[in-house]
């Protein structure tokens, strides 16, 4: 859970990484800082990227965006399904987590040797397992042992007709590399790379995967998803210690809950179940593919009609609807466990699409965003009182209302009340003391500069323009927000600190040592 955490500290960062390295590669061009300072001088940039992306929408619905990179003969894509945790029944959170592993499973055609032998197993699993549940709750121990052994013996048989990893070892013996994917509370995306003449190959593969999924070795991925939220959440005590915090800041909104589920909600959980939330939300219309690198967008609307033409049109899918209600006071909750004590602190802010969200990532790059940042140097360096101490927007999500979190490991020797304070001054005098001109200019400078650093590639264009166009409408709104960076002023980050970084608006959490 912390290191999705952490991923996220640097999120305006990679914004701009990937909006730069886009017009690098094009054209050959390295703005300099200066340069990529510069509104007037950026835009001719700007104009020559457009004209390099293609978009089209198929008659179903479904929308492509094609980044033309003829510098190398690779193609990253990327599938954006717009449904993450927050989308979840109650009751069925994880499952959008779940159906991610098992989008890497197979059709019936991929990953089984004889798929109509196969399907038998595995219907009869899934009346077993609804069985068993039964049995359980009736508190019949001798019905539940005899139908856990038939179980084990129906999921054995099951097994011996799949061909383990069988769309992962088609993808690496056609040159294929990268292949992941990844849920977040707001989204889930499929992504990997292929050579330039295997452009049809992604296209039959990725149609075939979300045309006619199986969701074979169900109950196997439910073990592998439940040690994974022992190892993130259970047994993490930062982990848990977030996990408590989103509930406790959140009272309404499904962002309070965790994007990997509940141990009893993954527990639960039926194929039916995954079924079914997948035939609502990986619709056309809900889905967004984002191809860039060495491709002819002809060839790709031509070839997108054969393949992903094949879905039928359905409805879209509903959105959320829950609005958060205002905080009022503050809220703070404490929780023991043997580790190094952490101070959290986290504030309600507006989603992605606020006209003031770029005025938030700058806030949390003079907070936080390297070693020159006022955190680090007040905490880490003058006072070490803390080992580190960070801050980021976008928590757990953007495409709603979240929070801004900021977070701190205490030294040695120095207890959670002192870096909580010392946190909640630093983030306190941006209210009452206007930044420099000198050191907000340091910040666009240093964002700008790190990505001339780090640079990505093309995945990263991939996903950044996915990204956007399903939150926000538009792929174009990713020059809408890099002005808006360029353009917040003193006044704008004193302002919008003064409306944030309020008592009633803050949650705490306080995770001490045991001993403590």
């Excluded at 309070?256 to 997948?278: A, H, M, S, W």
């Excluded at 495409?399 to 900021?406: D, E, Q, S, V, W």
């Excluded at 977070?407 to 001054?425: C, D, K, M, Q």
């Excluded at 002005?483 to 803050?506: L, Y």
């Amino acid at each position: 859970m912390f290191n999705v955490v952490k991923k996220n500290i640097s999120r305006i960062g990679q914004k701009l990484l990937v909006l730069l390295l886009i017009l690098a590669l094009i054209w050959g061009l390295t703005p300099n800082v200066a340069t990529a300072d510069s509104d007037t001088s950026i835009q001719p940039y700007l104009s020559r990227l457009s004209d390099r992306i293609t978009e089209f929408r198929l008659s179903n619905g479904m929308k492509f965006i094609v980044l033309e990179n003829h510098e190398a003969p690779v193609i990253s894509f990327v599938t954006y399904a717009n449904v993450g945790g927050v989308d979840e029944p109650d009751g069925k959170t994880g499952v959008a987590h779940f159906l991610e592993h098992l989008a890497f499973k197979g059709t019936k055609s991929i990953g089984s040797n004889n798929y109509a032998l196969e399907k038998r197993f595995l219907d009869r699993l899934d009346q077993l397992f609804a069985e068993i549940k039964t049995a359980k709750a009736a508190g019949d121990e001798a019905k539940v042992a005899k139908l856990t052994k038939e179980f084990n013996q129906v999921k054995s048989q099951a097994n011996s007709f799949v061909k383990q990893n069988h769309y992962g070892q088609i993808v690496d013996t056609a040159g294929g590399v990268g292949l992941n994917a990844a849920t977040s509370a707001d989204y889930t995306s499929y992504f990997y790379s292929f050579p330039a003449n295997k452009l049809e190959l992604w296209m039959s593969l990725e149609s075939e995967r979300f045309l006619e999924p199986v969701f074979r070795q169900f109950y196997q991925e439910k073990q592998v998803i439940l040690e994974e939220r022992r190892l993130r959440t259970d047994n993490s005590p930062i982990g848990k210690t977030i996990e408590i915090l989103l509930d406790t800041a959140f009272t309404s909104h499904p962002y309070k809950r965790p994007t990997i589920g509940y141990d009893e909600d993954i527990r639960n959980l039926t194929r039916d179940d995954v079924r079914q939330f997948f035939n609502i939300y990986y619709t056309p219309y809900n889905l967004t593919i984002a191809i860039a690198g060495d491709v002819n967008p002809k060839q790709v609307k031509k070839l997108a009609k054969a393949y992903f033409g094949r879905f039928p049109k359905k409805p879209k899918p509903p959105e959320v609807t829950t609005i958060e209600p205002t905080q009022t006071e503050t809220r703070e909750v404490t929780v023991n466990l043997p580790t190094q004590p952490w101070y959290l602190e986290g504030y309600h802010i507006p989603a992605l699409t606020h006209p003031d969200y770029p005025v938030y990532e700058v806030i949390a790059d003079i907070l936080s965003n390297g070693r020159t940042s006022r955190l680090y140097q007040s905490l880490v360096e003058k006072q070490q009182i803390a080992l580190s101490a960070q801050g980021f927007s976008g928590f757990p999500g953007d495409k709603y209302p979240n929070l801004m979190l900021f977070y701190a490991l205490t030294a040695p020797g120095h207890n959670i009340e002192e870096v909580g304070t010392a946190l909640r001054e630093q983030i306190e005098l941006l209210t009452t003391q206007p930044v420099t001109k000198a050191e907000l200019n340091r910040v666009k400078t240093q964002i700008k500069a790190s990505l001339l650093k780090t640079l990505d590639s093309n995945p990263g264009m991939a996903r950044l323009l996915a990204e956007y166009e399903a939150k926000t409408g538009s792929w174009r709104n990713i020059f809408r927000d890099l002005e808006a960076i360029s353009a917040v002023t003193e006044e704008d980050i004193q302002r919008v600190a003064q409306s944030t970084f309020i008592p009633e608006n803050r949650t705490i959490a306080k995770l001490l040592s045991v001993n403590n």
